[in-house]
């Protein structure tokens, strides 16, 4: 009798002790919001050491990513409890601190002895400072991006198509060190049959409904000498943006369009570049870097058929990539802002970082990316570090989707619908982004 | 009524009036009929109110300030008439109210004439015109959604069905027809997709408007040996009419609104220039988070379908009394 109630003793303390773990693990379960794409599954891997270690559950909240800025903006603006933490765009971080929906993380940083000084310096300054190039942190840079090239390595290592480029353009197809020579290379391509099969230049960004032309057209006009503002006097746009270079550049991009994409590429963004790379439509491929592993991987256009290099260089030698990517943000609506914080800690040490890497993910950390045996991991890795090397940003103003919005429509109805002259556009930008910054007071 | 009927009429009404609770019953007794008649209509009233009169008051309040969603904590300041001067002078704002007019102007044409065409086919019951009546009403039971995307894929220069149909006829190459990325083919682009969809649905008013009509006024016009044209003419159109201008009515007011399809085809593009009033105003609205002036912009459009809606019902009503 006695050990039959030893025994219905211990079942009910292992059910009580059962249900107060699970109900435990349930309440500090985080909710991680991002774009769905292929770093969020790499993250969902490497986040699954981080519940064995503290025991904190991690749920997923993954949104496409022609709906993440709508979705997630909607969800802090209304002050919604979803996302405990938030992998935000760059853009956003200007908006997200002033309007109180990040935690800001000095603090936390200072007790945890995690130094801004250990992560790349443009991704810190890109995804974590408010007001920029300032020591004022809302994010811990999470995922390294940055636009550069894929190319069809074995296209430019055939001796036929070697010996009709060195013909006709006087030099070695290679790939290219200035914007000239990038659209030589994609007009020697474009509509030629390589393989039995008619192909194109270059995959370019052109999308309309989010940021695509945008990302596109800047990441082209820095090399040309485009400047957002005067130096020496911020928001001074006139003769910056729309200055004699970038008005070039712009023209360019609107030649590379027009001569080397493929038909149809109006509304071309991330997914249709890797679309155009893999079906092997084209030479030359602009894209971010997340899109590497996976075209270094894929079956009919990977491994020694691929190639990857950083922006050319504009007319006077000048290089400059668009920044992407994103840092991890701990949202000021959560109730488990503690856990949220472990989740960052955890997140920032450098084994976990290394292995988010090896998983596919963009580490921003220098022991990591300035590791010797780095450049030599992948393929890629080196054109990754050439390119974060060279990086600038959109605005990252609290008004930054206005800003977007209307160097969406100025550069598409240029580049795309062939309105007006480069000219026009940059001035029209630069008459919109004043009003904008009129209306937020800061002109 | 039989005597039996009536007592058991009256056993249901004793029998009903007993499970009524007391309080209730005594509280209902003391209402008046249309006490009652409020107490019923009151639900679907407050409902109104919660989820259409108060958002719309709302809006226009909010269209008399430069709130914007995306700054909660940023002051609100009250700009007067300014969002709505600011539209009424924005050329952006008018090119897109152009772009809507050239697709609201094409689409009811299209779809009214093949509409009708269609109807009055079907209308001569040949045999299987059940059959074909199902087939073409086909279109209007998909949803847009699944529209917009079907048809991205078919005009699609070099994989697409439709691309291949009209370069097999004219000998143009299929990647020269460019119909989502040609600033000039891209608002046909849309026009088509939207007849191909919806004339089915004209068709199906234009068909109960020809079935109305009693088939004795036209065997007093056989006996009168008016022509089949001049039946047409004199009978057939201007009985028929009514149903026409409603279909018009209803298909004018839903591509005044137009959105799904045009997003999903075009996305407003290439340019500006497929940037119906729907899509610039999901744009100011929820891209560039302008609350304010996209609330005047919403009223403005809002008055602007009912104005024209309540103008062209005056016309129905005219040409129904004739």
């Avoid at chain 1, 002259?421 to 008459?431: C, M, P, R, S």
Wanted: proline share 5%; with cysteine.
């Amino acid at each position: 009798m006695k050990s039959i109630s030893k025994c219905t003793l211990g079942l009910a303390s292992a059910l009580l002790a059962s249900t107060a773990i699970a109900g435990s693990a349930q309440a500090e379960d985080l909710t991680l919001c991002w774009a769905a794409w292929d770093p969020a599954n790499a993250l969902v891997e490497l986040s699954k050491d981080f519940t064995a270690q503290t025991g904190i559950g991690m749920k997923f909240e993954f949104v496409p990513w022609t709906n993440y800025a709508d979705r997630f903006l909607n969800e802090l603006n209304s002050k919604g409890k979803l996302c405990d933490l938030i992998i935000g765009d760059s853009q956003w971080i200007g908006g997200s601190a002033e309007n109180g929906h990040y935690v800001k993380l000095n603090d936390f940083f200072d007790k945890e002895g995690i130094k801004m000084s250990d992560f790349v310096d443009a991704t810190v300054v890109g995804y974590s400072e408010w007001p920029k190039n300032t020591p004022n942190y809302w994010s811990l840079p999470a995922f390294g991006d940055v636009v550069g090239w894929t190319y069809r390595k074995d296209w430019f290592e055939k001796p036929e198509i070697q010996a009709a480029f060195k013909e006709k353009y006087g030099r070695d197809l290679a790939v290219p060190a200035t914007f000239a020579e990038l659209k030589d290379i994609a007009e020697f391509f474009q509509g030629r049959e390589v393989d039995g099969k008619k192909v194109y230049g270059a995959s370019i960004y052109t999308e309309r409904g989010s940021e695509g032309v945008t990302m596109g057209v800047m990441d082209v006009l820095y090399s040309y000498g485009f400047k957002y503002e005067n130096p020496d006097k911020p928001y001074d746009m006139e003769g910056y943006v729309n200055s004699e270079k970038s008005v070039k550049g712009l023209e360019f991009y609107k030649a590379l369009y027009d001569c080397c994409t493929p038909p149809g590429a109006s509304n071309s963004y991330m997914g249709e570049g890797i679309d155009a790379f893999k079906s092997g439509q084209v030479a030359l491929h602009m894209n971010f870097a997340f899109t590497w592993p996976g075209l270094q991987k894929d079956e009919m256009v990977g491994g020694d058929k691929v190639g990857f290099f950083a922006n050319p260089a504009g007319p006077d030698g000048e290089k400059f990539a668009q920044l992407g990517g994103q840092g991890i943000s701990v949202v000021s609506y959560s109730d488990k802002q503690d856990a949220a914080l472990q989740y960052i800690k955890w997140f920032a040490q450098p084994e976990v970082q290394k292995k988010w890497w090896s998983l596919g993910g963009f580490s921003c950390l220098k022991a990591v990316v300035e590791d010797p045996s780095f450049p030599a991991s992948q393929p890629y890795a080196k054109t990754f570090l050439d390119s974060m090397a060279i990086v600038k940003d959109f605005w990252a103003e609290p008004s930054y989707a206005s800003l977007l919005q209307a160097s969406q429509k100025r550069f598409h109805d240029y580049v795309v619908a062939g309105q007006g002259t480069a000219k026009e556009a940059l001035d029209g930008l630069v008459k919109d982004w004043t009003e904008i910054f009129e209306d937020d007071g800061k002109m | 009524m039989t005597e039996t009927n009536a007592s058991l009429l009256d056993r249901a009404a004793q029998a009903a009036a007993r499970s009524t609770p007391e309080p209730v019953a005594r509280r209902v007794r003391g209402l008046s009929d249309k006490g009652v008649a409020w107490l019923f209509i009151a639900p679907t009233i407050v409902l109104l109110l919660a989820i259409n009169i108060f958002p719309l008051i709302w809006a226009i309040r909010l269209s008399f300030t430069n709130y914007r969603a995306n700054r909660p904590n940023a002051e609100v300041v009250n700009v007067g008439l300014d969002n709505y001067r600011r539209i009424l002078t924005d050329s952006d704002i008018w090119f897109a109210m152009q772009t809507t007019a050239h697709f609201v102007f094409w689409t009811i044409v299209l779809q009214t004439l093949i509409g009708f065409t269609l109807a009055w086919l079907i209308d001569r019951k040949f045999r299987g015109h059940a059959f074909w009546t199902t087939i073409i009403l086909v279109p209007m039971m998909l949803s847009p959604a699944v529209v917009g995307n079907f048809w991205r894929f078919l005009y699609e220069p070099q994989i697409g069905l439709f691309a291949y149909v009209v370069s097999f006829f004219s000998g143009i190459p299929p990647t020269d027809i460019q119909m989502l990325s040609s600033v000039r083919l891209a608002p046909w682009a849309i026009v088509i997709v939207d007849t191909w969809m919806w004339t089915p649905y004209v068709m199906l008013i234009c068909l109960a408007g020809l079935r109305s009509i009693p088939d004795y006024i036209y065997e007093a016009a056989e006996v009168d040996r008016a022509s089949n044209w001049r039946q047409f003419w004199s009978i057939t159109l201007p009985m028929a009419l009514p149903f026409i201008m409603l279909a018009v009515l209803f298909r004018g007011i839903e591509n005044f609104k137009m959105f799904d399809m045009v997003n999903l085809l075009t996305g407003g593009g290439p340019g500006s220039t497929t940037e119906v009033a729907s899509i610039t105003l999901k744009r100011e609205a929820f891209e560039k988070w302008r609350t304010g002036f996209s609330s005047a912009f919403a009223i403005i459009l809002f008055v602007a379908v009912f104005g024209l809606a309540n103008i062209y019902v005056k016309a129905l009503n005219r040409v129904k009394s004739r």
